[in-house]
């Protein structure tokens, strides 16, 4: 099975930070790389596909990047509505596997 | 507009089986996989399998092997979810999430159920 690593596992920031967090693959998975928010008892959102991609309805402050192992997921100034857990996940081979979350909290 | 609806919260007993319900609507249920996640309380999301509705095609993580069946009904587009010999550690909310087709990257997510395992 891939592993899916994500640093940091939290974070506190601000409104208008810029924050980047990390996901890392335990093998090559090219960009087959998704991302995901999840907001206190409602079901994940996806943000980011194929790497980089911009889901339908995502504002563009989210950018994602990378491809292989190492991939980054970037807010590129921090809203209220944008604390919540983010999540990677690997499309590249079954069984599909998630990272363990990044939570962004206000600081 | 693109709907998953799911069945409301179960509480079970060890060893009991559990059925959850995905009903679908605005879009051609049998050209999207539907995919089954869950997320233990305060933990991580977990991907369980998928079905094809086309076909009734799955495939199951290996962990689920022997516990899971998932199953779908075209004529009301709904999909099912399985779960028997049920353990504590089986309480989590369960997702059903509509597939991209081809790319594996989930879209629409129901709004999810929560299996408890109680004595």
């Known amino acids: 099975d891939i592993q899916m690593t994500q640093s940091p596992s939290s974070l506190s920031a601000s409104v208008g930070d810029r924050v980047t967090i990390t996901c890392r693959a335990s093998q090559s998975i090219s960009s087959y790389l998704n991302w995901y928010q999840q907001k206190p008892g409602q079901a994940p959102q996806l943000q980011i596909y194929a790497a980089s991609t911009l889901q339908s309805g995502v504002p563009p402050r989210f950018s994602g990047s990378g491809s292989g192992t190492d991939f980054n997921l970037t807010i590129s100034s921090l809203r209220h509505e944008d604390f919540a857990t983010y999540y990677c996940?690997?499309?590249?081979?079954?069984?599909?596997?998630f990272g363990p979350g990044t939570t962004v909290d206000i600081e | 507009q693109v709907q998953l609806v799911q069945s409301g919260a179960e509480m079970k007993k060890p060893g009991a089986s559990v059925k959850v319900s995905c009903k679908t609507s605005g879009y051609n249920f049998p050209g999207y996989d539907i995919h089954w996640v869950r997320q233990a309380p305060g933990q991580g999301l977990e991907w369980m399998g998928w079905i094809d509705p086309q076909t009734g095609g799955t495939n199951y993580a290996q962990k689920f092997q022997g516990r899971v069946n998932m199953t779908r009904d075209t004529s009301i587009s709904t999909a099912y979810l399985y779960l028997s010999g049920l353990r504590f550690d089986d309480t989590a909310v369960y997702y059903c999430a509509r597939d991209i087709p081809i790319t594996t990257t989930f879209d629409y997510w129901g709004q999810g159920t929560l299996v408890t395992v109680s004595s």
């Open positions: 996940q690997q499309s590249y081979a079954f069984p599909i596997t």
